[in-house]
């Protein structure tokens, strides 16, 4: 399954250094929508690249783009494309069986309440799960993946490349953002 990763990009890390497209920012962890960093790091992913690109600019809807809103510390923002291992053992939260399974009903899976979010992916890590699927909250067709640390060593980065304006991904996030391409 390839899944894909918008972030800052360092050019000269390594994959799984600060800045490359595995890096777990667990230090900078908690307030993510399964954030555990006492328990586990984690990357969100996504089934789509614009998915991907709409979790990253969601805070500039109803802006213009300009050159700021592409860069994170400094640094540009990357997607990368990567693949997930089939052997990966994802729980599916977009599954009505699963979510009976766990006693949860799709608003406490879509809440942007962590008090609720977190504690459900901690449960989930606790089964051994590399980790969980579930809908955007911006799309409900998109599926996100969030990854436990354990899931790293079941990723492949196949491509990375900086985030420019004429993307066609970037430009169905900008759309679906309501943000004007400058």
Do not use: K
């Amino acid at each position: 399954m390839t899944l894909y990763r918008c972030f800052a990009w360092n050019r000269r890390a390594e994959p799984g250094e600060a800045g490359g497209p595995l890096w777990l920012p667990r230090p900078f962890q908690g307030d993510g929508r399964h954030d555990n960093p006492e328990h586990y790091g984690c990357l969100y992913l996504a089934e789509r690249a614009e998915s991907a690109l709409v979790e990253q600019l969601a805070r500039f809807r109803g802006n213009v783009l300009v050159p700021g809103m592409l860069r994170r510390r400094g640094l540009p923002l990357a997607l990368a494309a990567i693949e997930l291992d089939a052997r990966a053992r994802l729980v599916d939260l977009d599954r009505p069986e699963i979510l009976a399974e766990r006693g949860l009903r799709p608003s406490l899976v879509a809440t942007r309440r962590r008090e609720v979010t977190q504690p459900q992916a901690l449960a989930i890590h606790e089964t051994g799960a590399d980790g969980i699927r579930w809908w955007s909250t911006f799309e409900s067709l998109w599926g996100n993946v969030t990854l436990f640390d354990r899931a790293v060593r079941r990723l492949r980065v196949v491509e990375v490349a900086a985030v420019t304006a004429a993307d066609t991904p970037l430009r169905e996030a900008l759309e679906l953002l309501g943000i004007a391409a400058a």
